[in-house]
């Protein structure tokens, strides 16, 4: 079992810059590939970014690739995203997940873990 806390999300005008952070809990965290995946008022959840066990191996959506990061501490059980030049429209819940691979996935359907999510809103 993985719990999932997200924390990092608020307000902030376009142009700006996050970072969201995701804590698991148990000692497994570097079993499991990670990602970050968004969704906005009215529409479906999307994929975001992926990240290997490793951390050495991303995967973004095309919308946010360029502006975003993924990447992890291991040793923090911890996987971050950092959003910059940020847009109206990257504003979303974001949400942290976890799956049993060692390589990215860019399919909700891939993971077995999910946090509460954060809330991001970009103003323009």
């Known amino acids: 079992q993985v719990q999932l806390v997200e924390s990092g999300g608020g307000l902030v005008q376009a142009g700006g810059s996050l970072r969201l952070s995701c804590v698991a809990s148990?000692?497994?965290?570097?079993?499991?590939?990670m990602g970050w995946f968004r969704q906005a008022p009215g529409k479906e959840r999307e994929f975001v970014a992926s990240?290997?066990?490793?951390?050495?191996?991303?995967k973004y959506a095309d919308s946010v690739k360029g502006r975003f990061t993924i990447s992890r501490d291991n040793a923090e059980t911890t996987v971050y995203l950092r959003l910059n030049i940020l847009k109206p429209e990257d504003t979303a819940v974001y949400y942290c997940a976890a799956t049993r691979s060692y390589y990215y996935r860019s399919s909700s359907s891939d993971y077995d873990y999910w946090g509460q999510g954060t809330q991001v809103t970009v103003s323009s």
């Open positions: 148990g000692r497994t965290f570097s079993s499991y590939a």
């Open positions: 990240i290997s066990v490793s951390g050495l191996s991303t």
